[in-house]
């Protein structure tokens, strides 16, 4: 009895790891077309990312580089 209540929990556990697969990958495509589709926050996206990039100290590269 109790190997048939391990399966079933195993079962319920593999289902919900793929239910929050799932939402997790809805949750970065939306994420993903809502920057997309406002371009302030793309440009806020982007001065972040040149900010940090800047802090790691890649400061000799040429800006142009960085952007792209």
């Known amino acids: 009895m109790p190997k048939v209540i391990m399966v079933a929990f195993g079962t319920l556990c593999l289902f919900w790891v793929k239910v929050l697969q799932r939402l997790l990958f809805a949750m970065i495509v939306v994420f993903g077309f809502v920057m997309k589709s406002q371009p302030s926050l793309r440009k806020l996206r982007e001065d972040i990312a040149l900010e940090v ?16």
């Open 53 to 68: 990039i800047l802090k790691k100290g890649v400061v000799n590269m040429p800006l142009i580089e960085i952007v792209n």
